[in-house]
Every structure is written in C-alpha cells, then in structure tokens.
C-alpha cells in the first residue's frame, strides 16, 4: 500500500507559478511511476503529466506542454509538478497517483483507472 499526499496548492495570479508537490509513504514506492490530475467542479478528472519511476519518460497534456515541469527525488519519496505562466483554466484540484510501473505504465499513463494510489488533492486556484 502506498500512501500520497499532495500539498503547495494556492491561489495565484494568472502568468503567475506555483509547485504542488507529492510526498509517498508506506510499504514501498520503489518502482511506482507516478502521475498528476486535475478535476474542475463540474469536469471530468483529467491527467495532466506522468513520470516513470526512473524519471527517464516524462509524458505531459498537450494543455500544460511547455508550462509544467514534472520531477522525481527517489531518495526523497517526492514528486513535484512546477506549473508556469498559469490560466485560469488551469484552476483546479490537483491529485497525484501512482501505481507499479510493471502494471503497463507506457501504454496507460494517461488513464485514471490505471493508478490504484491517489492522495486527497490540492486546490489550485488562478484569478484573472
């Protein structure tokens, strides 16, 4: 069983960054890849960007190409997504998951239904 939680979330001016971070705890978080979602009231939840365990694939939403970071500290159980030049689409709650990269990572990255971990979520808000 691993255990997420998500934290770093806030309020912020459009053009404006922020980093969400992903603590992992528990019975292992050796090779789990991990990926972030984003779920607006009245959306679907959607993904957003993945990582592997090694940090060597890094897939993101054509939505955030080129705005969002995603990274991995192994040594730290920590993932972080760095979010630049922010829109007020991009306001959200934010979860991040992860799952047994064995369990067909590559080909699933971006379905929610693939990861079995998620955390509670962070509220990430930007005002025009």
């Known amino acids: 069983q691993v255990q997420l939680v998500e934290s770093g979330g806030g309020l912020v001016q459009t053009g404006g960054s922020l980093r969400v971070s992903c603590a992992a705890s528990?019975?292992?978080?050796?090779?789990?890849?991990v990926g972030w979602f984003r779920q607006a009231p009245g959306k679907e939840r959607e993904f957003v960007a993945a990582i592997s365990w090694s940090g060597a694939n890094i897939y993101y939403a054509d939505s955030v190409k080129g705005r969002f970071t995603i990274s991995r500290d192994n040594a730290k159980n920590t993932v972080w997504l760095q979010m630049n030049s922010l829109k007020p689409e991009d306001t959200a709650v934010y979860y991040c998951a992860a799952d047994n990269e064995a369990r067909g990572f590559h080909l699933s990255y971006s379905s929610r239904y693939y990861y079995r971990y998620w955390g509670q979520g962070t509220q990430v808000t930007v005002s025009s």
């Open positions: 528990g019975r292992t978080f050796s090779n789990h890849a």
